[in-house]
């Protein structure tokens, strides 16, 4: 599934360039434009869902999940720690609806809760 108008479909295909942090047969992972922290990673499933809730198949929850970790081994960060994130639509900060997976690190994380969108 691919929708012509997503901006994240549109980096998966080439079509918007991004920095390419990791690639699968299922999950694109690029570096944010507006990082939140030293380390700051988008994973996305090659195909559209428009959010978590959006009935993906839970093999591709998988994928996802799998993604968002390898990047966080890539980038040296499961030993001192990592935090995944995904918004779920505007109340959320959802600002992009493609379902994704925020991976943040690289420094000592406070209390609160970043706005990551």
């Known amino acids: 599934m691919h929708d012509p108008d997503c ?10 360039p991004s920095t390419k942090v990791y690639e699968n047969e299922f999950v694109y992972a690029f570096e944010d434009i507006s990082p939140m922290m030293p380390t700051h990673v988008l994973v996305v499933p090659k195909d559209h869902y428009d959010n978590i809730a959006d009935n993906i198949p839970a093999e591709e929850l998988g994928h996802l999940m799998q993604g968002a970790v390898d990047v966080a081994r890539l980038r040296g960060l499961v030993g001192d720690g990592f935090r995944i994130v995904i918004n779920t639509n505007d109340d959320a900060c959802q600002t992009v609806h493609h379902v994704h997976v925020h991976v943040l690190g690289g420094e000592q994380m406070n209390d609160g809760n970043p706005h990551i969108a």
């Open 7 to 16: 901006l994240f479909c549109k980096i998966v295909e080439g079509e918007i």
